[in-house]
């Protein structure tokens, strides 16, 4: 069994950054692929940045510039750096791990989600 958990969203003004987390813990070996989703009310889940385990990183086209991925491959986490966020950059964002599990098995797995709201 494997959990992600996200933290770091909330409340915050245009023109603001803000840094989401997201810990994996459990039966864990390895994580390949880490990245961030998001869905916006009525909207897919789309892709925001995906980091793999060496380090190559992608980003959507709206963001790019303004967002970082990174993580820890010690602590099993990644991050999200966000900044000169904008209003449409509100939406519910989502953690999500290729984890390669103690029975050498891989699975997808996806936080709850953390809410980011960019207003005045």
């Known amino acids: 069994q494997v959990q992600l958990v996200e933290s770091g969203g909330g409340l915050v003004q245009p023109g603001g950054s803000q840094r989401l987390s997201c810990a994996a813990s459990?039966?864990?070996?390895?994580?390949?692929?880490m990245g961030w989703y998001r869905q916006a009310p009525g909207k897919q889940r789309d892709l925001v940045a995906a980091?793999?385990?060496?380090?190559?990183?992608n980003y959507a086209d709206s963001v790019k510039g303004r967002f970082t991925i990174s993580r820890d491959n010690a602590k099993n986490t990644g991050y999200l750096q966000m900044n000169s966020l904008k209003p449409e950059d509100t939406a519910v964002y989502y953690c999500?791990?290729?984890?390669?599990?103690?029975?050498?098995?891989?699975?997808?797995?996806w936080g709850q989600g953390t809410q980011v709201t960019v207003s005045s």
């Open positions: 459990g039966s864990i070996f390895s994580i390949n692929t």
């Open positions: 980091i793999t385990s060496g380090g190559s990183k």
């Open positions: 999500n791990a290729q984890v390669v599990t103690t029975t050498l098995l891989t699975y997808r797995y």
